[in-house]
Structure formats: C-alpha cells, structure tokens
C-alpha cells in the first residue's frame, strides 16, 4: 500500500500545483487551434478585403510598371521608392494583417487566458546537454510527435487533392475564358479551398487540443504521497497558518455577532472592552458570556446592543477580568456572582421585568 501510495499518481492536481505549473509556463496549449483560427479567419478576411487587396496591387504594378523603361538608381531615390511602396501597400493589406493577429491573440487567450512568465526563457543548462538533446530526438514522444504531423500533413494533402480532383472539369474550360473570367474562377477556387482546408485544420485541433488538455491533467496528478507532502509544507507556512488563523477568527467573530442580540445585558470598558452576557436559568445555572471583543468589535458589539435595547453597563474591572479570565461560551465565575446579581437587578429595575429566582 505504501509503495501504491508513492508510486501511482491517482489523485487530481492540487490547486497549488496547478499555480506553479502556470507559473512555469506548463500549460495545456495546442498550436493547430492557433493555425486553425488564423486560416479560418484569412479565408472570411479575403472574402471581405479581397478584392480591395487585389486592386490595391494592380494600381501599384501598373504605376510602376507605366514608368520609364531606363531608371537611373541611387541611394535616395531608392529608399524613396520603397518609402512610398511601403505606405501604398499598407494602405490595403495592414487591415487584413490585424485581422489575422487579433485571430492569433484570441486563440491564444481562449486557450490559457492572460498569462505573463519569464520561465521558459531562463537559461537552463541542461537544456545544452547534448546527451539528454539526442535522447529527446529519438524519444517515443518525439516519435509520435513526428507521425502526429505526418498524419496532418497526410489528411490536409488528401482534402486539397480531392477538392482538385472534383474541381478539374471546372478549371480545364478556363483555356478558352477571357481574362476577367478566369480571374473570377481562380479567386473564387481558392477561396473555396481555402475554407475545406480550414475546416480541415479546425477538425485536427478540436482532436489535438482534447488529447493535450488531457495530457496535461495526467502529468499534473499527483501520489497521495505528494498531496500529503504538500500539506504538510503548507502547514508550516507562516503565511498559510497566519491567514487560517484569521479565517478561523472572522467566522468565531462572525457566530459570536449573531448571538449579541439574544445577550441580556453588554458590561463594558469604555474604550475598547465589551462583554455580551446571558442568563437563562431554564438552560443553565450560571450567567454565560455569548459574545466578546476589543476595539472594533466591541464598536459592534455594542452598535448591535442598542439596535436591540440591550442594555449596556459600564464596569471597568468587570469588563477586564471577563475579558482575560472566560472564553465565550462559558459562564461567568462564581466569585463575581454577587457583581452580576446587582447589574442585572438593575437592569431589570430599569426594564420593568423581574429578575429570575
């Protein structure tokens, strides 16, 4: 059982676990959902900015191409002319490349969300061992990693060459077209293919990113020996014991707020001591503390007071040796009975009511 304990990893990932893996950059990321996505989008952006792209082109062809036949070059001229062709065609194909980086990004972000680390850039030297290198080259991993991509390169060949294959009687008659015709029947082929073979990329990386994700949740399983380990590191953070402790004392603080309004009478330091006392002779014998606090919540302690008419008594000593001495929950000691006794018969003096026997 022990060496099952130590050896198998059966036991989901730990939140934890999962951060420093994030941390290092170990996420679950396919790279075909990024080519598919900038495929997908190229083919419905052509469709849109297609024929503006192509006019662009042909306008600046035939600018350069109605110049004069001799040119005379030189370093100015030349870097004008680049200058210039550079801004002609951004003017119609920046639109398009945007496009097609905002389709890189958000398939990037779909995938791992916002996600900033310098791990995988850190130097590692073991990364230079050739040894460890070649042993990588020639591991199964890499094996089927190749026949993966051979198999991709396989399904998007056969799709392109059947869509040639059914699209042939179409494209012979083109010979005898005119021009514009021909044009329009090319652009509209490829736009065509264009879009089976997204559709093809997009089948291939819903499967690989499925097989990934699932990989990266087994390599993140952890034995039941490391989630032990795990805690037991936890529990020696200072941090972690710091934050249960106030997680611990916010609900304590909490409960004890909610027992306030059932107290008979709230004894008080006046600067920053409040005790909440209950006396139900029917459940106990003795006067017990339901709720106490120093500063802010004895403010509340006695905000809450006197949203219920709790009458609240001030008696400094009282307050102090309640405070130091009782846990909540506890009555109140014997030798401050004859203390209590008094208050609370003037309590009940000032409300009206009678004292219990």
Not at 184 to 207: D, K, N, Y
Not at 320 to 334: C, E, N, Q, S, T
Request: net charge neutral; with cysteine.
């Amino acid at each position: 059982m022990a060496d099952s304990d130590q050896g198998d990893k059966t036991e989901d990932p730990t939140d934890k676990r999962r951060s420093e893996a994030r941390q290092k950059g170990n996420v679950a990321k396919s790279v075909d959902v990024n080519a598919a996505a900038i495929m997908l989008v190229a083919t419905g952006g052509l469709l849109f900015f297609g024929p503006g792209i192509a006019q662009g082109f042909a306008v600046m062809l035939q600018t350069y191409l109605s110049g004069p036949a001799l040119l005379e070059l030189d370093a100015a001229g030349v870097t004008q002319d680049m200058r210039q062709m550079f801004y002609h065609v951004s003017d119609f194909i920046l639109p398009f490349l945007t496009l097609m980086f905002c389709a890189a990004l958000l398939a990037n972000l779909a995938q791992i969300g916002f996600l900033f680390t310098s791990e995988p850039l850190s130097l590692k030297w073991t990364r230079l061992n050739p040894i460890s290198g070649f042993q990588k080259i020639f591991s199964v991993a890499s094996l089927a990693k190749l026949g993966t991509s051979v198999a991709k390169i396989i399904v998007m060949a056969s799709v392109a060459s059947w869509f040639i294959y059914t699209n042939l009687p179409k494209l012979q008659i083109l010979g005898n077209a005119e021009t514009n015709v021909v044009m329009e029947m090319i652009g509209s082929t490829i736009l065509e293919l264009s879009f089976q073979l997204a559709l093809a990329m997009l089948v291939i990386a819903i499967l690989d990113y499925s097989f990934q994700k699932w990989k990266y949740e087994q390599d993140l399983k952890m034995t039941k020996q490391e989630i032990r380990d795990e805690m037991k590191n936890m529990d020696g953070d200072p941090q972690m014991r710091q934050r249960r402790k106030e997680a611990h004392r916010k609900l304590a603080s909490a409960k004890e707020m909610g027992s306030v309004k059932d107290a008979d009478v709230v004894i008080t330091n006046p600067t920053h001591i409040s005790i909440a006392i209950k006396y139900d002779p029917e459940k106990n014998e003795a006067p017990y503390i339901v709720a106490k606090g120093m500063g802010e919540i004895a403010m509340k302690i006695r905000e809450i007071a006197r949203e219920h008419n709790i009458p609240i008594i001030e008696r400094k000593p009282l307050a102090r040796a309640l405070y130091k001495d009782v846990k909540v929950g506890h009555p109140i000691p014997v030798d401050l009975y004859e203390v209590f006794v008094e208050i609370m018969a003037y309590v009940y003096q000032v409300s009206g009511k009678k004292l219990p026997s």
